[in-house]
């Protein structure tokens, strides 16, 4: 039979055990609602430097693009500008600016011109233009043109390409027009061309495979897509601009459309005016060495550097007008 002292040993060690069993449990508890506190002050540093952050990029972006716009002539190298220069004066690496006024070190935007386009993705009845001679000149270029295959229900997709030229005595005049039809099948037809302007000979078919004609087929087909047709002023014609117009089989599709100069030895040429200005915003949130993370934000706009005419001026066009029109 026990004694009343090992009994209370026992009941001492039980509770001793117990009271290490609590203390344990409340430290572990701790340490989460700890640590999940800790989490969520990060992730608030993150949501708010974020949010900052894009609201700044947007801001550069809008700012820079009107200039570009305004005055293309001083964007013709690439260059890169500090969201803190009093160009843009859109943030402050200041470490004692106000925070809603700060932006983390390295916060640039970059602008960058192309004298190609590649992949851009064209709604329907949109219109884009190619330029091919600056300040109203004329040149004999033609222009290639790279896509992708595509029809909705055996409907072709369809691209719709006009040569416009300036002319001394008429002004701006339309030389023709190609449509070239894409897709699977019967549906797919020969290019119509109309007036002074034809597709290449190679392609009297239709488009060809990228890789038919580019050198290192599978790195072109993958840039520009894998379809290609040229197109080209004929006779002794020549033109200033190309417009090139998406009549889609699916009105809510997207249709990537890649052009540069005409291809000569495997190679495109690149077109003799830049097309398109790139705009490359990248903000860094000042708040990163809270959370010793490197967090920024980044956005991409394009800017046609020769935007499309108005489909109301189509109709001028071709009236049947004697009278000189400019554009």
Known sequence: MKSKKSINRGVKGSTLVLVLIVVAVVAAVLVYMLSKIQLQLQQEVLERGTDRAEQQA????????????EHP?????AKEFDLSDTKLNICRTDIN???E???GEGSKVYVTRYSEVVKYYMKNDESIQIDVAANRHNAKLGIAIYTEAGQYRNVPDTLLIMGYKYDQGTGLKAIGECMVNYGGGHAVASPDCLGHLAVKSAYLNGPLDTATVV???AGASSKYGSKIIEVIPSGDDSVAFYR???LLAD???RFPVSVTGPVENGAPVQLPSAQVAVLTARVYSPDADKINKK????????????PAMPETFDWVLFNGSDKPITK
Request: charged share 25%; with cysteine.
């Open 97 to 99: 600016a106000p925070v």
């Open 295 to 306: 967090i920024y934000t980044e956005y991409t706009r394009m800017i046609w550097l020769h």
């Open 215 to 217: 050198t290192q087929s």
């Open 73 to 77: 002539s001083d964007y013709e190298e």
């Open 101 to 103: 006024e700060r932006c």
């Open 244 to 246: 090139i117009k998406a």
């Open 58 to 69: 947007l801001s550069a972006l809008d700012k820079l693009s009107k200039d570009v716009m």
């Open 251 to 253: 009105i809510n599709s």
